[in-house]
């Protein structure tokens, strides 16, 4: 499964970006091209996870298609799967653009049970 490399990748992205803190759910922008469903990537981001501040964590894919144009008839289409032939002409010969991204988008991170100082005058991390 392909998958688990995919994942080991978004952790990482995502360990990174939550320094330390506990992740509830990350959005990732996923190319057509990587051929990846939600399910899959939930479940191998759930065993890489496992021990890290993501574990537990939820993973919202967002497949983004990849952009082909026809070199018969220079037809441009989106589509979210590469092995299409043109809709224009029907032709095979067909380049394909993109679809192969994978970007961390966003991570939600789990809420603090006990946050400590004065909540009235803590403006935070001064750093």
Not at 31 to 55: K, W, Y
Request: contains cysteine.
């Amino acid at each position: 499964m392909h998958e688990f490399g995919i994942a080991e990748a978004i952790l990482s992205a995502v360990e990174q970006r939550a320094a330390g803190r506990r992740v509830r759910q990350a959005r990732v922008r996923a190319g057509a091209l990587l051929r990846i469903t939600e399910p899959a990537i939930n479940q191998a981001f759930a065993m890489v996870a496992e021990g890290s501040p993501a574990e537990g964590a939820r993973v919202d894919l967002v497949i983004v298609p990849a952009r082909l144009t026809c070199r018969s008839c220079g037809q441009t289409t989106t589509s979210h799967d590469p092995f299409v032939t043109c809709p224009g002409c029907g032709g095979a010969d067909i380049d394909t653009e993109g679809g192969d991204d994978l970007i961390l988008e966003s991570i939600e991170m789990a809420e603090a049970t006990h946050v400590p100082g004065n909540s009235r005058r803590d403006r935070g991390n001064p750093e």
